[in-house]
C-alpha cells in the first residue's frame, strides 16, 4: 500500500499514513510559537507552551545554556526570551522539508536572526512536540554554535 497523500477517500487509514499536515498538533503550535517570534510578543510565546515545557536552542551546551540541560518551565521559558529572542530586531523561519512522526515535527532548514545590524544563519533541524493538550511541550533546536557565529555579517 503505497502512503497517502491526504486526499478524499483516505478515511480509515491509520494517522501516520494520512497525517493531516494543516492541523496536526505539533505543526499548531511551532506554527503559534514562530508567530509570536515574529510579532515579538513574549506572552503569547509563553501561553503557547506547556506548564512543564521545554526549549534547548541549540540543542547542548552553548552561551544560552552552559549546562546544555535546557530551560523548563515558564520562569526559566521567560528568561530564555529575554536573553535570546528578546535581544533579537528580527527573526526569520526558513524551513525546507517538514517531517511529522508521532506527536512530533521536525523541520529542516535554517532560522535567519537579525540583531544589532548584523545577521547570523543557523542551519540546522528544528522540532516542536505537543503534549496531548496541544500546547508545546518541547521545543528543540539542533544548530551548531561555531558555523553560526562563522555567517556573521553586518545587515
Not at 493531516?20 to 501561553?47: I, M, N, T, Y
Not at 535567519?112 to 516542536?128: L, N, P, Q, R, S
Request: hydrophobic content about 40%; proline content about 5%.
Amino acid at each position: 500500500m503505497a502512503p497517502s497523500d491526504g486526499a478524499a477517500g483516505d478515511e480509515g487509514l491509520p494517522p501516520y499514513l494520512n497525517i493531516d499536515r494543516e492541523s496536526h498538533p505539533a505543526v499548531l503550535a511551532g506554527r503559534r510559537s514562530r508567530e509570536a517570534v515574529a510579532a515579538r510578543d513574549k506572552q503569547a510565546w509563553l501561553d503557547n507552551f506547556a506548564a512543564d515545557g521545554s526549549v534547548e536552542d541549540p540543542v547542548g551546551p552553548s552561551m544560552f545554556d552552559e549546562a546544555g540541560v535546557g530551560h523548563r518551565g515558564h520562569q526559566q521559558l521567560s528568561e530564555f526570551w529575554d536573553k535570546t529572542i528578546g535581544t533579537t530586531e528580527k527573526i526569520d523561519f526558513v524551513f525546507d522539508k517538514e517531517i511529522i512522526c508521532g506527536d512530533e515535527v521536525a523541520y529542516i532548514g535554517k532560522i535567519v536572526t537579525y540583531i544589532a545590524g548584523h545577521v547570523t544563519e543557523a542551519d540546522g533541524v528544528f522540532t516542536y512536540r505537543a503534549d496531548a493538550d496541544g500546547n508545546l511541550a518541547a521545543l528543540r533546536a539542533f544548530w551548531e554554535v561555531a558555523e553560526t557565529m562563522a555567517s556573521l555579517r553586518p545587515q
